[in-house]
């Protein structure tokens, strides 16, 4: 099993900037890609991004490209999302995931729990 922790979320006004981070622990050589969705109330979950292995590439939604970089430090076993330019629409409930190679949005199979983040307006 592969365990996901995220933290970084909170409050923040419209467009400011929050970084969310991802730790990963266990049998962390089960996994290959690493990212991120987002749910918000009422709402089907969203890909947010993605990144693979070696970082070199790169995955985001059109909701996100050009506002949000994703990054990952493989000896820390870390996945880190910064979130620029934020916008009330941003507005949900952030989740960090990891999977074996493959599709970048579909079948994750590790999923953490969860970190709020709250765009003001």
């Known amino acids: 099993q592969v365990q996901l922790v995220e933290s970084g979320g909170g409050l923040v006004q419209a467009g400011g900037s929050l970084r969310l981070s991802c730790a990963a622990s266990?049998?962390?050589?089960?996994?290959?890609?690493m990212g991120w969705f987002r749910q918000a109330p009422g709402k089907e979950r969203e890909f947010v991004a993605a990144i693979t292995w070696r970082g070199d590439r790169t995955y985001f939604g059109d909701s996100v490209k050009g506002r949000f970089a994703i990054s990952r430090d493989n000896a820390k076993n870390t996945m880190s999302l910064q979130m620029n330019s934020l916008k009330p629409e941003d507005t949900a409930i952030y989740y960090c995931?990891?999977?074996?190679?493959?599709?970048?949005?579909?079948?994750?199979?590790?999923w953490g729990q969860g970190t709020q983040v709250t765009v003001s307006s």
């Open positions: 995931a990891a999977r074996p190679r493959g599709s970048v949005t579909l079948d994750y199979e590790f």
């Open positions: 266990g049998r962390t050589f089960s996994y290959d890609t």
